[in-house]
């Protein structure tokens, strides 16, 4: 069976400070791993996908992530916060087309 | 062209009306999703289309009904909703699994339907 677990409900980081927000999953196969970013009232925006590749990925806005399998951890980092990283972000496990796991996400605010 | 279009971007109904919401995406994925999501929650899968078929049903209630007219488009038809069912609705699409790969590509997501039951 596959699950995902965000660590932290809320993160809270002063403008230009680093950003580490942190999920592990389990999976009985190889997965597909993927941080999705929300801001309020809005769809759902790719920001990364491992999908067995390198394991270090770099994403969208800056932010990046790497797939540790030993760890089974997946987190996301950036290295300096700004006021737009505000939002909710979910990490996804996908072992196929129809089995796609969302953590319960995590808020992350930005102190100016 | 990478978008997943959704409308309405805001329904408000009544219980006894009957209204749809569309979704509709251009990049040729054979596999299409309704989702629910309630404030601060994760999207909770509620549908999935594979080749125009329904494959997923995760017990919904029958006063939501699914269509995938064609395999760019998906609607979802309400009928007699409840207030609890006030929710944003959010359709994605993606490519499916070829052969006995299990490793897919991500969910393109539309910017959902806020739908208000009163």
């Known amino acids: 069976a596959q699950s995902v677990t965000q660590l932290d409900s809320h993160v809270s980081v002063s403008e230009g400070t680093p950003v580490l927000l942190r999920c592990n999953y389990s999976?009985?196969?190889?997965?597909?791993l993927f941080w999705y970013v929300q801001h309020p009232n809005k769809g759902l925006q790719l920001l990364l996908k491992y999908t067995s590749a390198a394991t270090l990925v770099k994403g969208i806005n800056g932010f990046e992530a790497e797939f540790k399998k030993s760890e089974t951890s997946f987190h996301l980092t950036k290295p300096s916060a700004h006021m737009s990283d505000a939002a909710e972000y979910f990490c996804?496990?996908?072992?196929?087309?129809?089995?796609?796991?969302f953590g319960p996400g995590t808020s992350l605010s930005v102190i100016p | 062209d990478t978008e997943v279009t959704q409308t309405p971007k805001h329904l408000v109904m009544g219980m006894t009306n009957k209204k749809s919401l569309k979704c509709e995406q251009h990049m040729g994925h054979r596999a299409m999703y309704w989702y629910k999501q309630k404030a601060k929650k994760p999207p909770e899968l509620m549908f999935v289309y594979s080749y125009e078929k329904l494959s997923i049903n995760e017990s919904v209630p029958s006063r939501f009904s699914p269509e995938c007219p064609n395999s760019s488009l998906l609607n979802l038809h309400l009928h007699a909703l409840q207030p609890e069912d006030s929710a944003l609705y959010l359709c994605?699409?993606?490519?499916?699994?070829?052969?006995?790969?299990?490793?897919?590509?991500?969910?393109?997501f539309g910017e959902g339907s806020r739908l208000t039951v009163l």
């Open positions: 999976s009985s196969y190889s997965p597909s």
């Open positions: 994605a699409s993606s490519q499916v699994a070829s052969g006995r790969s299990i490793r897919t590509g991500e969910l393109f």
């Open positions: 996804v496990v996908r072992a196929s087309y129809d089995k796609v796991i």
